[in-house]
T-cell receptor, first 114, second 112 residues
Framework: EPEVTQTPSHQVTQMGQEVILRCVPI?????FYWYRQILGQKVEFLVS????????KSEIFDDQFSVERPDGSNFTLKIRSTKLEDSAMYFC????????????FGPGTRLTVL | GENVEQHPSTLSVQEGDSAVIKCTYS??????FPWYKQELGKRPQLIIDIRSNVGEKKDQRIAVTLNKTAKHFSLHITETQPEDSAVYFC???????????FGPGTSLSVIP
C-alpha cells in the first residue's frame, strides 16, 4: 500500500539556521499538507497546498516558513531562521482529491533546535 | 475559525470494557470528522471518519456518532484490547477551507 514518506526522520539544528524538511506524498495525490506536533500536544495545521500554490495557512505559518513542490514528487517545508520553539514533530500529509477527504500522514520528522 | 474540544484527556478502562471519547466543534460549516489513533512516536493513523450527512458509522469494534445540531461527535470502542492503548484525536474539516483542526487528544489506557 502506498505511503507518504518523509526525510530526515530526525534533524538537529542550531538556532538561526535554515532547515528543509522533505516529503514524498502518495503518487496520485493532489493536495498536500504540513502539520506540526509539539511534544505531548495536539497536531496543529500549518499549511495546505494545491496546484502549486498555498490554499490555506495558519497563524503559525509566518514569513519564516515556506513550502515548495520543486518537482513532480517532492514537497518541502523550509524554515528560514529556526527558533527554539520550532522544535516539534513535523508531519506531511496528502489527499487524493475529488470527493475524497481522507488525509494520509507521513511518519514525521523530529526537529530539534538547540 | 474552527475549534475542537475533546474529553476526557485521559481514560483508563479494563480490557473488554467499552471506551467513549467525546468531541465538540464550533464551526457549523464543518462537514467531515475523522478520528486518528497515534501510538507513541508514530504517525496519526485514520481509524474511522464520518461525514455530516450521516449520523452514525460502524467498523467492527469502532463506531462514531455525529449530532450536527449539537455540534458534537463521539468515538465508541467496544471490547477494548491492550493494543487499543494510544492517543486518540478527533478532528473537524470544513472542506472549502481544506484544513483539518485537531482536538487536544485523549490518552487511552486499556488495562489487561
Amino acid at each position: 500500500e502506498p505511503e507518504v514518506t518523509q526525510t530526515p526522520s530526525h534533524q538537529v539544528t542550531q538556532m538561526g539556521q535554515e532547515v528543509i524538511l522533505r516529503c514524498v506524498p502518495i503518487s496520485n495525490h493532489l493536495y498536500f499538507y504540513w502539520y506540526r506536533q509539539i511534544l505531548g500536544q495536539k497536531v496543529e495545521f500549518l499549511v495546505s497546498f494545491y496546484n502549486n500554490e498555498i490554499s490555506e495557512k495558519s497563524e503559525i505559518f509566518d514569513d519564516q516558513f515556506s513550502v515548495e513542490r520543486p518537482d513532480g514528487s517532492n514537497f518541502t517545508l523550509k524554515i528560514r531562521s529556526t527558533k527554539l520553539e520550532d522544535s516539534a514533530m513535523y508531519f506531511c500529509a496528502s489527499r487524493a482529491g475529488g470527493s475524497t477527504d481522507t488525509q494520509y500522514f507521513g511518519p514525521g520528522t523530529r526537529l530539534t533546535v538547540l | 475559525g474552527e475549534n475542537v474540544e475533546q474529553h476526557p484527556s485521559t481514560l483508563s478502562v479494563q480490557e473488554g470494557d467499552s471506551a467513549v471519547i467525546k468531541c465538540t466543534y464550533s464551526d457549523s460549516a464543518s462537514n467531515y470528522f475523522p478520528w486518528y489513533k497515534q501510538e507513541l512516536g508514530k504517525r496519526p493513523q485514520l481509524i474511522i471518519d464520518i461525514r455530516s450527512n450521516v449520523g452514525e458509522k460502524k467498523d467492527q469494534r469502532i463506531a462514531v456518532t455525529l449530532n450536527k445540531t449539537a455540534k458534537h461527535f463521539s468515538l465508541h470502542i467496544t471490547e477494548t484490547q491492550p493494543e487499543d492503548s494510544a492517543v486518540y484525536f478527533c478532528a473537524a474539516l470544513e472542506t472549502s477551507y481544506d484544513k483539518v483542526i485537531f482536538g487536544p487528544g485523549t490518552s487511552l489506557s486499556v488495562i489487561p
